[in-house]
């Protein structure tokens, strides 16, 4: 069972444009992470949410944690080709309870020059 | 950078042979994870320990069995590799951090292809 579903699955778009990846899920998560991983690596934290409604931003990356904690929104501003990779959720349903992570299935963006 | 290595970097074997997997970590960190990535699935869990000698099952532990007898070091091992077990592994620790979240730093992985 995928607890966390993640679209789109794939996104091709050109330098400069601007794109939202969707992390949902009917399960209620305490925290919320997101993770970038390049093609040979393994991947790498960007952000931890872990308050309802919560937004953080990482330079041109806006990541937002719903109201009821059950999903999660990447927004990037004016892509750039550095920004293309695997971009993976992954959420805890109780804090330190179960010590496990849930992944998505991640989402792939290709920035094109 | 969370002092993680991983060996072999990438390993070709035959079907029934047995491979042991090794994830080595250099910060005394107590939570160790193995992972396998596939596309289509992401990442799904295989084995995590949370101490030396102290692991526990995830979600695609068939087939694997893993062992922690410093805590610097956990192997992951397949008795008798399949074809299905083809698949990138990647070794994880967890940090504390801040807030006690589980945050997890990953190592390079380790590209297996069982013929």
């Known amino acids: 069972t995928q607890l966390l579903e993640q679209s789109p699955q794939f996104l091709s778009i050109q330098e400069g444009e601007n794109l939202t990846v969707y992390c949902n899920s009917s399960s209620v998560f305490s925290s919320l992470q997101w993770y970038r991983q390049e093609p040979g690596e393994g991947p790498v934290l960007l952000v931890t949410v872990v308050t309802g409604g919560e937004v953080k931003k990482l330079k041109r990356l806006t990541f937002q944690f719903g109201d009821a904690r059950k999903d999660s929104s990447l927004h990037i501003t004016a892509a750039q080709p550095g920004d293309t990779g695997l971009y993976l959720c992954a959420g805890e349903r109780s804090r330190g309870a179960t010590n496990k992570l849930i992944f998505g299935t991640g989402t792939l963006l290709a920035v094109q020059p | 950078d969370a002092g993680i290595t991983q060996s072999p970097r990438h390993k070709v074997t035959e079907t029934g042979t047995p491979v042991t997997l090794r994830c080595h970590q250099t910060?005394?960190?107590?939570?160790m994870y193995w992972y396998r990535q596939d596309p289509g699935h992401g990442l799904r869990l295989i084995h995590y320990s949370y101490g030396v000698k102290d692991t526990d099952k995830g979600e695609v532990s068939d087939g694997y069995s893993v062992s922690r007898s410093k805590t610097e070091d956990f192997l992951l091992t397949l008795e008798s590799a399949t074809s299905s077990q083809t698949s990138v592994y990647f070794c994880?620790?967890?940090?504390?951090?801040?807030?006690?979240?589980?945050?997890?730093?990953f190592g390079p992985g380790t590209r297996l292809t069982v013929l």
């Open positions: 994880a620790i967890r940090d504390r951090g801040k807030g006690a979240y589980n945050e997890q730093f």
């Open positions: 910060e005394n960190h107590r939570y």
